[in-house]
């Protein structure tokens, strides 16, 4: 495997478990908020520090790709973006309590956030287009994404999609980096060196 792409992708996988754990934070910060308690305060600090170490991650680990990869441009394009929709999404959510415009439990910003999510996932197929394996993974992984929404309709906040997607999409660049490896997928990249079949012949002389 290209040490550039392997790079990125266990990244980028490590930025979604730092992203998983900022969830689970949000959740125990919000069932135990007490405005004066040392324990809220230390929540949301660790809460921070995995955001921004998650964020910082993610966007090394996308850049490490994007510059490894050739060509599908969707897919670069539709993960950094990605990157920074969530972060923002974690920042209003960590702040929600100072925010009166936010809506930490709208169901149309869980919809939008899983469409937006799914779409980017979907870019992954860009990776070796009408492959089987590549396609079934990028399949489970969007419908966990889908049932990030699941949680507004029983009245949790959007940090339930937020550890959902986290969860899906560290499936898809475990899923991706596995598929690499076994050679059930190839990425071109640059710097590759093209190979080259060799044919021999054999001359029989009567």
């Known amino acids: ?65 994007s510059t490894a990869m050739r060509f599908r441009r969707m897919m670069k394009i539709c993960i950094t973006i990605y990157i920074f929709i969530e972060v923002l999404m974690m920042i209003l959510e960590l702040n929600s309590y100072r ?43 969007i419908a966990i994404m889908f049932c990030g929404m699941l949680g507004n309709i029983i009245g949790l906040r959007i940090y ?6 986290s969860v899906a999409f560290a499936l898809m660049f475990f899923s991706v980096r596995r598929l690499i490896e076994r050679e059930d997928i190839e990425v071109d990249c640059h710097g590759d060196k093209a190979r080259v079949a060799e044919f021999t012949s054999k001359i029989v002389d009567d």
């Open 1 to 65: 495997m290209h040490e550039r792409l392997n790079n990125g992708i266990k990244y980028c996988f490590i930025a979604n478990i730092l992203f998983f754990a900022f969830g689970i934070i949000c959740l125990f910060y919000y069932n135990t908020y007490d405005s004066e308690s040392l324990f809220s305060k230390a929540l949301e600090i660790i809460a921070y520090i995995s955001e921004i170490c998650g964020f910082c991650l993610f966007l090394w680990g996308d850049w490490l790709m």
């Open 99 to 141: 925010l009166e415009f936010y809506k930490p439990y709208s169901l149309l910003l869980a919809m939008v956030h899983s469409a937006f999510s799914g779409l980017t996932c979907l870019t992954f197929l860009q990776l070796d287009p009408d492959k089987k394996k590549l396609e079934l993974f990028t399949i489970i992984s």
């Open 160 to 165: 339930f999609s937020i550890i959902v997607n």
